[in-house]
């Protein structure tokens, strides 16, 4: 009998997994996304406000709203719980968060016609690492992406091994992320916006801006599916 209960726990699990059954956001059962969820998810774009973001950040950040529980939720259903098939959902958050940028920025970020001045405008994602990439088998920001019709494009690598930072704070974060990125293609001259799912501390959208304009690239501004919104340091106080 025993054998037969750990029999059916592994298929219950196996089944979850395969054929998830609940409500990423918020459980209910027999459904993906919900559409209560769905709207919740939907995005309100707006621009950071400077003085909310680190001192350290010195781009304008456009993001599709704040970092709510249902937002983070989704993410880690798709980021860690293997659940690639709602990475749709977050599409069209992403893609009106695009458009938000273009039109508050007067640029045209679209495929085919994505030129400022002559030059490509190029959308560019964080280093993945490769860690990540095999256990999960796929990028979930490239996914989210791709049902949104955009295409990343990914010059940057980790240049050496960083610490998780979701177990760190915040002066910690960007010691963690300085210098920690290189790039693997040629960006002199490019016109960039960069692209990230969560803006938290604004450590990695600083390196990537450093990393990419050390290389000869102008940054543009970022796009970002949420940021989690947190009282810094008074300026004159800020450390970082
Ligand atoms: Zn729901």
């Known amino acids: 009998m025993r054998l037969l209960d750990s029999a059916r726990h592994v298929l219950r699990d196996v089944h979850v997994f395969v054929f998830p059954s609940e409500c990423a956001g918020c459980g209910l059962p027999d459904v993906g996304v919900c559409s209560d969820c769905g709207d919740a998810l939907s995005a309100h774009p707006r621009l950071v406000d400077p003085q909310s973001a680190p001192a350290t950040l010195t781009i304008p950040v456009v993001s599709a709203g704040e970092y709510d529980v249902t937002l983070a939720r989704v993410l880690h259903a798709i980021k860690d719980g293997g659940r690639a098939g709602i990475a749709r959902v977050l599409s069209a958050r ?15 970020l679209t495929p085919a016609k994505n030129q400022v001045a002559g030059e490509p405008l190029r959308l560019v994602a964080p280093p993945s690492s490769r860690d990540n990439r095999r256990v999960r088998g796929f990028e979930p920001l490239n996914l989210i992406a791709h049902h949104a019709g955009v295409r990343l494009w990914q010059p940057l690598v980790s240049s050496r091994r960083r610490a998780d930072q ?50 000869g690239a102008h940054v543009r501004g970022a796009v970002v599916l949420g940021h989690a919104v947190r009282r810094w340091p008074h300026p004159r106080s800020r450390q970082l």
């Open 166 to 215: 979701s177990r760190l704070g915040l002066s910690a974060r960007a010691d963690n992320m300085r210098n920690s990125m290189s790039t693997r293609a040629n960006v002199t001259g490019a016109s960039v916006v960069l692209v990230d799912d969560v803006m938290t501390t604004g450590a990695t959208l600083t390196e990537m801006t450093r990393a990419l304009h050390d290389a």
């Open 94 to 108: 992403f893609a009106d968060t695009i458009r938000a940028f273009e039109q508050g920025f007067d640029v045209d």
